[in-house]
């Protein structure tokens, strides 16, 4: 254990271990200090350069109800239309409301060397909520509730600078991942969002976003309610999964 460090190794991978995604929150609103607190720790991560190309829209009250409202807007749009065959597809593509204006990329197929774990865990998921793969309307009606932020009284929108690439995404997550934690130490839960992030121009207009920044995710925070939904688990790969094997 090193010096000032008051938790064992032990404690540190069960802490690590807890942590899970949020799918349900309370309203209650997130004090202002605590918030404070959790931003600071955010910051502690490192960073190329010590650039920081990364910037924090805080949605909550009346800006983050505007913004679920549009997003709420946009999918039901698109989904519904979609659900009607290609009818439905050729109004959305002449009218293109409900299309991604950002994050293009999150509506494209997985690869297929990580597409199996994308599977399962979509299984698992709308298992642990008893809807069946064949029953779009109880899915899409349960995707809608990424734009309801989970009910979270505050959504943390994460742009990264674009001169520097993957280089600021990487940072980005360095920087969540601390956040992440730092909540989860304070009992918040947060469920980071890519699908919270295709709509670009809903948030632009409530925040004052510099040019040269885009979109990277959204990350829903608030405290967990009691809810089936924050009983779920997704299943963890092992280590061997990731670590790239010598030639010889």
Known sequence: ?????????????????????????????????????????????????????FKIAIASGESRDRISAEFLKRWEYLSSNLRKGWRGKLRVLLTRYGLPTSNRVVGKPYSKDIKPRAMRLGADLYGHYGIKREDKISRDKWWAANYRFFGAPTELFIYIHKSLGIFSASDAGLMLENLILSAHARGLGTCPQGAAAIWDDVVRKEFDVPKNYRLLCGVAIGYPSDSHANTFKANRIGSEEVIIKPIN
């Open 1 to 53: 254990m090193q010096p000032g460090i008051k938790l064992t190794a032990s404690q540190i991978s069960e802490f690590l271990a807890s942590r899970r995604s949020t799918r349900d929150f309370r309203s209650d609103p997130i004090p202002q200090e605590v918030l404070d607190s959790i931003f600071e720790d955010a910051l502690t991560a490192p960073s190329w350069s010590n650039t920081r190309p």
